[in-house]
Structure formats: structure tokens, C-alpha cells
């Protein structure tokens, strides 16, 4: 096992900068502190074979959100859970590092008030576990193949975006087949967060790389606070019309239906995810929600056949189960969307006709730089 201490001086923290190398199965992560805020992602495939243009920008990506995270940052501690293969453990790890190492040398020599920005720029005590995500996969590998029958579609260049409506045991259906991103195994399993994580982490805080943050992420944290009993998921609302034209047919059938119209309803976004994983083992309605059986109902009630993985599946149920998603303040999750780039649309659609679905009034506090990657 390998470790990197940085020492350094700073506010609110240990005094240290512990990197651990270990990758560990998901029951051998180790139980945390109680002060620190234990944030999960998934950086897959860039190690020394996947040294590419796709794995380029996901480091590319990575480093602004980690820049985001540590400019913003009040000197909340944190432990970073970093879902990954052996083979990315040293590319990420030779970032991190140097990241970090760039911040805390920002840090001692720029200490003071930044007042442009309204904050005390401080550096947070942060630890990482590297965290098997093969593992996770090849558990639930049956699961994952039965998912992409019903959020997995795909487009036959992998880049286009077709809509087809099909009709299926004389219903229709509604797909839109994206590119191929989405069919890779690792958009599956959020359904097993709650049995794969060990007991002893009872709330995570689990994000896309892709963001940006103008926040320290205590104040995402605080969120949970706000959870009603019965809900177990906090997650953001999409800020396009996607789930428009997958429920296109279902609201011939149900003109009054709010599903997929602006609103509560208009389908959610993955994004930014906080789990209260100790409630997700404790929901019957939860445990149910993630069988076959009930993803088999889900798919024939709506009429559904989905692309983006299990953030469809997660859509459909907090449509069928709305108890259990706490959704969060739009802030929280602000989709920097460019027109003609995921969803085949135009600026005056982006602007005027689909406005109501952006319409976030107060500035982000996460901003989403989702696309294609």
C-alpha cells in the first residue's frame, strides 16, 4: 500500500493530504470520519492503454471540476471515492497530486479574504479511496444486461439522435436512440449503491466529473437536512425537454399527464446525486423499485424504452414513487446546454420554446458541463 502526505497549514483539517493508491472492493472501504464529506464519481479507462481523445477529456474535465472544488473551498474536509480500474489508479493519482499540489502552493502564498468572490480561500484535508468498480460490475452483470433492454438504446453511428416511435404487444413506444456512450456498464449501477457500499457509510454525495463548482460542497451536503422521511435520493431535475419525447405517446394516452411537461415531472438529471444510502436499505418501496419486476412494469406503464441508463430508470420511479426523491434546488445542477449538441435542437428552441425547463433564477451553484464525450 502507497501513500502521499503533503503537509501543509490550513483551516479546519488534519493537517495532512492522504492519497491512498489501495484500489479496494467496496466492503473493504474503511469507515469514515465524522467530519469529513465522503464524495463518490466514477473516472474510468484512462489508464496507459486508454490514452486517447475520449480519456483526454475526462482528465481534462476532472481537473477543472477538482480546480472548481478547491477554489471554492471553505476548508471542508473531504474523502474522495474514486470508482476506477487498476490500471487508472497511477494516472489518476499522478493528477491528483499534482493537482493538489498546485492549489496548496496557491494556497500559503495568496492566503487571505478574496473578496471578489465573497469567500476565505482555504485548503481542504482531503483523503481518497480508490474504489474497484470491475467488482461492482461483474456483481451485478445479469442486471446490467436486463437494464439495456429498457434505458440503453443507441444510435447505429453513435453519434445521432433518432426518435422512433415502435409499437410493442399493440402499445406504442417511445425510444430515442443516443450515441454509445450510454451503453457502457458503468451507467448501471446506481441501483446497487446502497448494497454495495458498506454499512458503515450511511450518506454520499455522488457526482458527474463534468462540473463546475461556485460553492464550497458542505452546502450540497446540507441538503440531506432538508430530506422528508420517506425520501432516500436527492437529485436535480433535467434541464431539457428529453423526457418530452420519450412520454410523447403516453400523454396521447393520459392527456392530463405532467410527465415530461415543465416541472416537478419534467424527469431528473444524475448529475449531482445525494444518497441517503442507510434509508435506501431500509425502503421497501426502494428494494422493490430495483427489481426486474418492477423495471419490467415501469417500462409497460409508460410505455418507455430509454438511452441514458439508469438516470432513466431513476426517472421512472421517482414519477411512480415521488415519496422518495427529494429534488433538489435547481442551483444545485445548472445545465450549460449548447443547442444541436445532445438533443437535436436549435437556439430559438433552447431560448423560447423550451425556456421553462431552464429557467433557474438564481445563479449556479454547480454548473453542468454535460456533452459528448
Known amino acids: 500500500m502507497i501513500f502521499l502526505v503533503l503537509k501543509f497549514v490550513c483551516v479546519s483539517c488534519d493537517d495532512a493530504i492522504k492519497l491512498d493508491f489501495h484500489l479496494r472492493n467496496p466492503e473493504d472501504i474503511p469507515p469514515p470520519s465524522p467530519s469529513r464529506i465522503d464524495v463518490g464519481f466514477i473516472l474510468s479507462k484512462v489508464g496507459p492503454s486508454n490514452q486517447n481523445e475520449k480519456a483526454e477529456k475526462l482528465l481534462r474535465k476532472f481537473s477543472l471540476m477538482l480546480d472548481s472544488m478547491l477554489t471554492f473551498s471553505v476548508g471542508t474536509p473531504l474523502r474522495f471515492l474514486i ?110 449503491y446502497h448494497t454495495e457500499f458498506p454499512k ?86 426502494f428494494i422493490n423499485a430495483t427489481t426486474d419486476q418492477t423495471m419490467h412494469y415501469l417500462h409497460h406503464k409508460y410505455n418507455f424504452v430509454g438511452s441514458v441508463g439508469d438516470q432513466d430508470w431513476l426517472t421512472l420511479v421517482s414519477f411512480e414513487w415521488p415519496e422518495l426523491v427529494y429534488i433538489l434546488p435547481c442551483v444545485f445542477n445548472v445545465d450549460e446546454h449548447r443547442p444541436g449538441e445532445c438533443h437535436n435542437d436549435s437556439v430559438h428552441e433552447w431560448e423560447v420554446v423550451n425556456k421553462a425547463y431552464h429557467d433557474c433564477p438564481d445563479p449556479p451553484l454547480i454548473r453542468h458541463r454535460a456533452g459528448y464525450i
Open 83 to 192: 470508482l476506477t480500474e487498476q490500471e487508472s489508479v497511477s494516472v489518476i493519482s499522478d493528477l491528483l497530486a499534482r493537482r493538489l499540489g498546485r492549489h496548496l502552493s496557491h494556497t500559503v502564498i495568496n492566503a487571505g479574504p478574496i473578496t471578489s468572490r465573497e469567500l476565505h480561500y482555504t485548503f481542504p484535508s482531503i483523503t481518497t479511496v480508490f474504489v474497484d468498480i470491475d467488482t461492482i460490475i461483474a456483481r451485478h452483470a445479469k442486471k446490467i444486461n436486463y437494464m439495456k433492454n429498457y434505458y440503453g438504446r443507441i444510435s447505429e453511428d453513435g453519434k445521432t439522435v433518432r426518435e422512433v416511435s415502435k409499437v410493442y404487444k399493440g402499445q406504442h413506444v417511445d425510444q430515442i436512440h443516443l450515441n454509445t456512450k450510454y451503453y457502457n456498464d458503468l451507467f448501471y449501477i446506481l441501483p446497487f
Open 200 to 285: 458503515h457509510i450511511n450518506k454520499l454525495v455522488f457526482i458527474d466529473i463534468d462540473l463546475e463548482f461556485f460553492t464550497d460542497i458542505s452546502k450540497l451536503f446540507q441538503e440531506f437536512s432538508n430530506f422528508k422521511k420517506s425520501q432516500v435520493i436527492g437529485v436535480g431535475i433535467t434541464m431539457t425537454p428529453l423526457y418530452l419525447k420519450f412520454t410523447k405517446h403516453l400523454r396521447k394516452k393520459f392527456p392530463d399527464s405532467e410527465f415530461g411537461n415543465p416541472g416537478r415531472y419534467q424527469g431528473l438529471n444524475t448529475g449531482v446525486v445525494l444518497l441517503d444510502l442507510e434509508r435506501m436499505r431500509e425502503s421497501n418501496t
